[in-house]
């Protein structure tokens, strides 16, 4: 479900965070679906529950999950239409792109980028 990369600079928490966003907003985990419990997913990837914890509440203070006290945590069945969450993320594309765009790189390759990027979905 979730792997972890010791290599890559991000923080573990966020690249849990990054994994678990993707599964929620991809469908591979649906609406409503029970997360791991904080203890199980430590457990399985031999990493302190805090670390975990901290994934979970960055979750659900941007809208991906929901928690139920003393049942768990759930993937948000609205995570997808997050009006703030996306004009947060693009908001980061436009950012991105007067950087790439400042380092050379062409409207056409851009625009190829995009056009690649739609082929995956």
Not at 30 to 35: G, Q, T, V
Request: proline content about 3%; overall charge negative.
């Amino acid at each position: 479900m979730i792997s972890l990369n010791y290599r890559d600079s991000r923080p573990i928490y966020e690249q849990i965070k990054d994994e678990l966003r993707k599964l929620i907003v991809t469908g591979a985990m649906s609406a409503d679906e029970k997360l791991p419990s904080v203890r199980a997913l430590a457990s399985q990837l031999a990493i302190n529950p805090n670390t975990i914890q901290r994934a979970y509440n960055e979750l659900e203070s941007e809208g991906y999950i929901y928690s139920v006290p003393g049942k768990g945590s759930f993937a948000s069945a609205d995570a997808g239409t997050d009006g703030a969450r996306k004009e947060e993320l693009l908001a980061k594309v436009q950012e991105l792109v007067k950087e790439l765009r400042y380092l050379g790189v062409t409207h056409e390759d851009l625009l190829a980028l995009l056009e690649e990027g739609k082929e995956h979905d």
